[in-house]
């Protein structure tokens, strides 16, 4: 017993040894031309399936350049994705964003969650690190004047005044109920979407509350129900989202349910089951397979990873993007390529990416799209 | 519709499986003095093997009623979640029983991360639909909506409840885990063997567990390997609530805070003119909880417990 016991020991402490090795050599060798960097995104917790996407879709784009032998100053490029998780919380956010800082990364794709890009993009502000988030759309997060803030997905401003308008004007919904998930993302995007469902002339008949986290949303289902809304607007994610739609059914609350990106993903239809049928949602920029290089992203992607959950694509992009600005400058060094990114003019997957002088992606599109038997349905895009 | 009706109902219906879960909880409270942590876990154990079962029998084609096939499901949970927690107890609380009590906390936190990795690497971190076979029967009671799945989750609950009240108010086993959580020493020199008695808590908490864990992904039609944080915590206050270490405590907790709950998030926006919203329905929760705790220490039905010799 006590023999093994010291075994076990011994081994924890060479285990304990090697760790520290490994990211001593990490660190060694980022020296050595490898060019670090962070993509950063929740691998556990609710949202992790996002994450993960989003995370994938930056290896691949890293391995591809990789592979490409870019030069840069006369020396190979070669890049290292250093994959870090913010549990889509704002705080340990902050703590990873000071990680990656201290670590010395050449710039950062992510975070995914608004309500974590916000927070981290000071810390990459002040430390010069160029940012791209792939998915965060919360209009306060390249409102703040940054410089190193940028993102190449359209803003909930857009997209909260197209699904405003749709749910009024082609859906005919006078009086409309709203859900959000009080994250900086389902929050600012159930406001835009209020300001514009009121301007087109509808009444908000309830305004109710819930987290990133619930799973049971009957109570508040139950008092808008008491309301007779004709429409239904939920802000927030997908996890939420499928659980609500079923809730609804439960209830004999049978109204349409309309709801943003986050809704917009496969993980929803498979949630929700049937009762996805008819669920409108959007999602910011083209169909997949209307995207320039769509089809062919979607064939490397699933080939190597599986199915695409949203925002893959987009970050992607996001590192070709960066990587763009530095062959340009000729340099990974955040102060010599941050000067590039604000002139990038990128024909990418998702589209053609141009910078506004906010960082926010110019003349950006949303489509509209309907669950029909199992698959969301592009019903029309809107510029 | 009457809605107070409907959100007693939903209350009533959350608060049951709440109280499922509570009960593992206060059981090893009450003869350990340990609040066991990785039980939320325990109760994703259960939703994650039953519903990896339901899949595989849904997708490989049998050609059974859909009750039969969840009942499979679940009784392929059951002794996956009873080992867990036999297995738990052995290598993180036994080796810890006369160290300071800070000690297995820490280790049962850590059981809680490691069983949710276990079970990220084995499922992945996608979430995991209840494929659409049970009856989804809708019911008119007293001008609210009822579904079979929620009468289903009421009566397994009372049904479950009853019967573990039985087992330890009537049975030698009961008096046995009596003895123990009383007088760990004197119930061993009367010949109760402490160890087992101990095991056989963590067994039957366990098996709560997973019909709990498999009640909740039925009924919200998901499992995820994060479920158990948010459901553990509920439970905790739950048994808290209640008075910890007392099983009548831990049901009526339960029961009571689902139905704040629910008309806490049904009622606080329209009672305080939209100055609160329903995202404070946890907020009102806990603070009928602090609130509870402040006026009597012990919980609900608590009873003060002198210090052991």
Not at chain 1, 28 to 42: H, L, M
Not at chain 2, 259 to 264: F, K, M, N, R, T
Request: with cysteine; glycine share 12%; aromatic share 6%.
């Amino acid at each position: 017993m006590k023999s093994s016991r010291r075994l076990a020991l011994a081994a924890l402490v060479a285990a304990v040894g090697l760790i520290g090795c490994g990211q001593q050599d990490a660190g060694n060798t980022a020296g050595e031309g490898i060019v670090q960097i962070g993509s950063v995104a929740p691998l556990t917790g609710p949202q992790a399936h996002l994450g993960k996407d989003n995370d994938n879709g930056a290896q691949l784009a890293v391995d591809e350049i990789n592979a490409a032998g870019l030069k840069l100053g006369g020396k190979p490029l070669r890049l290292q994705l250093v994959s870090e998780d913010d549990q889509a919380d704002p705080r340990t956010a902050t703590i990873i964003a000071q990680k990656l800082v201290d670590g010395g990364v050449a710039g950062v794709i992510g975070h995914l969650n608004s309500g974590a890009t916000i927070p981290a993009s000071k810390i990459y502000h002040d430390a010069g690190i160029p940012q791209i988030s792939p998915s965060a759309t919360a209009i306060a997060y390249t409102a703040q004047g940054f410089k190193t803030a940028f993102r190449v997905m359209t803003n909930d401003e857009q997209q909260g005044k197209a699904l405003g308008q749709y749910a009024v004007a082609k859906l005919g919904a006078k009086q409309i109920a709203i859900i959000d998930d009080r994250t900086a993302y389902g929050q600012g995007l159930a406001d835009e979407f209020e300001k514009a469902a009121k301007a087109a002339g509808a009444e908000i008949v309830a305004h109710e509350f819930t987290s990133d986290r619930s799973t049971d949303f009957l109570a508040i289902l139950t008092s808008i129900k008491a309301k007779h809304p004709q429409l239904l607007f939920y802000g927030g994610m997908d996890a939420q989202a499928g659980p609500m739609a079923k809730q609804m059914q439960q209830l004999g609350l049978n109204v349409q349910l309309l709801g943003g990106d986050g809704v917009e993903t496969a993980e929803f239809v498979k949630l929700a089951g049937t009762d996805a049928e008819g669920v409108v949602a959007s999602s910011p920029g083209l169909p997949l397979a209307s995207m320039p290089g769509g089809t062919a992203f979607k064939e490397k992607f699933t080939a190597r990873y599986g199915q695409i959950q949203t925002y893959a694509p987009y970050a992607y992009d996001a590192v070709y993007v960066m990587v763009e600005a530095m062959r340009r400058a000729d340099s990974a060094e955040p102060g010599n390529y941050l000067a590039e990114l604000p002139k990038t003019d990128y024909q990418g997957v998702t589209g053609h990416i141009r910078f506004d002088a906010k960082g926010d992606v110019a003349g950006g599109s949303v489509t509209l799209y309907q669950a029909k038997s199992g698959t969301w349905q592009v019903l029309e895009t809107v510029h | 519709m009457d809605i107070l009706t409907q959100q007693l109902i939903n209350g009533l219906v959350l608060g049951s499986v709440y109280a499922l879960v509570a009960l593992g909880y206060t059981m090893v409270y009450g003869i350990l003095e340990l609040i066991n942590f990785a039980h939320g876990e325990i109760t994703m154990m259960g939703a994650m093997v039953a519903l990896a079962v339901i899949g595989a029998l849904v997708g490989a084609g049998v050609d059974l009623p859909g009750v039969v096939i969840a009942l499979f499901g679940l009784l392929a949970a059951i002794p996956v979640c009873m080992a867990l927690g036999f297995a738990i107890e052995r290598v993180a609380y036994r080796p810890l029983r006369h160290a300071p009590r800070l000690a297995p906390l820490i280790t049962a936190i850590g059981m809680s991360i490691v069983l949710q990795n276990v079970a990220m690497l084995i499922w992945g971190r996608q979430y995991i639909s209840f494929p659409p076979i049970l009856p989804q029967g809708r019911h008119q009671l007293l001008g609210a909506t009822i579904t079979d799945v929620q009468i289903a989750i009421l009566c397994t609950s009372v049904i479950l409840m009853a019967a573990l009240v039985t087992l330890v108010k009537r049975t030698r086993l009961g008096r046995a885990m009596r003895a123990t959580a009383q007088a760990p020493q004197i119930a061993g020199l009367m010949g109760v063997n402490v160890n087992t008695i101990i095991s056989l808590t963590f067994v039957l908490g366990s098996a709560l567990a997973a019909v709990a864990g498999f009640m909740v992904s039925a009924y919200y039609g998901l499992a995820h390997y994060y479920m158990g944080f948010m459901l553990g915590l509920k439970a905790f206050s739950a048994a808290v609530l209640g008075g910890i270490g007392n099983l009548a405590g831990a049901m009526l907790g339960g029961l009571l805070l689902g139905v704040i709950e629910s008309l806490g998030a049904g009622y606080i926006g329209d009672l305080t003119g939209g100055f609160l919203g329903s995202h404070y329905q946890d907020v009102f929760a806990f603070f009928v909880l602090i609130l509870v705790l402040v006026l009597r220490p012990s919980g609900l039905l608590g009873e003060r417990v002198v210090e052991r010799a």
